[in-house]
């Protein structure tokens, strides 16, 4: 199931590809300079979300594989892919390629879906059942590594057989292996329903929820540790995760309207609304630095940033020569 986690505090950032489609551009050359920038001012990791015709981009994945040939160090990730918009046979391939195209520097953050219409939609438009998608998505996972630790080609009569609740798939075992033994860490992103800290616990490497408030998150936590415990996995197997949106100003009124403004553009809905249910905060770096040590504290060891901008790289650097170090400070 991946590889264990560790205490050490980590921090991403994610790829503007929203953004830039927000904006009408769909040009790669800034989200590789993006990447470049991210990788020299120091962050741990970074990554890209993934949708069709609900909130429109680029595919993560191969963004993601043109970002592991201009960086070296960084951590690449998905945050959320879909597996669901793909055959999930196509999905285990392309992942096993872009393993090896970044060298097994690649970190899966999964969805099962944002539930609104415009989802349901997209689900329909590619085929895939919206019912029980939760479930659904396990299906894949357990599909995907079943095919990711399969023995060699021709072992035997069923060596590549998968037989799931949704899914049945034969000649698994004739599918490149990633370059990671067993398949990249594979995460769920979800909030904290007593349903997601179970699937965390048993089946997942990591978690990535948004969830609004740090003691919720605490709380959680320690309820994914004792499920995690009881199910029989070692500690350091499920790595705490957090998906945050920051905008950086020093004027914290023109950084809510700025934040106003991208999240009405993002989601078509309003900062309050979105704020019942999403981590956010705004203003100095020091006041965005704060925000998220207090999930720090609570137990968060990988923080994936959204800049809260249609144009964030110019935060991109604010972000690094503070909120990176004062946050390291704070989890030693």
Request: proline share 7%; aromatic share 8%; with cysteine.
């Amino acid at each position: 199931m991946g590889t264990t986690s560790s205490s050490r505090l980590r921090i991403g950032v994610l790829l503007p590809t929203r953004e830039q489609a927000i904006s009408g551009s769909f040009a790669a050359a800034p989200l590789l300079d993006f990447a470049r920038q991210a990788e020299d001012l120091g962050f741990d990791s970074l990554w890209a979300g993934d949708s069709l015709t609900a909130r429109p981009r680029l595919d993560p994945l191969v963004v993601l594989s043109a970002a592991g040939a201009v960086t070296e160090r960084l951590t690449l990730g998905t945050a959320a892919l879909t597996p669901a918009l793909r055959h999930p046979l196509i999905g285990a391939n392309m992942v096993a390629s872009l393993d090896h195209v970044c060298a097994g520097r690649l970190t899966l953050a999964l969805g099962s879906g944002f539930p609104m219409p415009e989802t349901e939609a997209e689900f329909a438009a590619v085929g895939a059942s919206y019912q029980a998608r939760g479930a659904r998505l396990d299906d894949i996972v357990a599909l995907w590594r079943h095919a990711w630790h399969h023995p060699a080609a021709g072992a035997g009569a069923g060596a590549g057989v998968y037989e799931g609740r949704f899914w049945q798939a034969r000649d698994l075992d004739r599918l490149p292996r990633p370059a990671s033994p067993g398949g990249p860490p594979l995460w769920l992103a979800g909030s904290d329903t007593p349903r997601v800290l179970e699937r965390v616990a048993r089946h997942y490497d990591g978690w990535l929820p948004f969830l609004p408030e740090p003691g919720a998150y605490r709380r959680a936590w320690a309820r994914i540790e004792e499920l995690r415990a009881a199910a029989g996995r070692p500690a350091g197997a499920v790595t705490p995760g957090l998906y945050a949106t920051l905008t950086v100003n020093d004027d914290a009124a023109a950084a809510k309207a700025e934040l106003e403004h991208y999240i009405t553009h993002y989601y078509g809905a309003s900062l309050e609304q979105m704020a019942a249910f999403q981590a956010y905060a705004w203003g100095s770096t020091h006041t965005c630095a704060e925000a998220l040590a207090a999930y720090v504290r609570a137990g968060a060891r990988h923080l994936v940033i959204r800049i809260g901008s249609l144009t964030p790289q110019p935060q991109l650097k604010q972000l690094a020569d503070v909120l990176l170090p004062r946050l390291k400070e704070i989890s030693a």
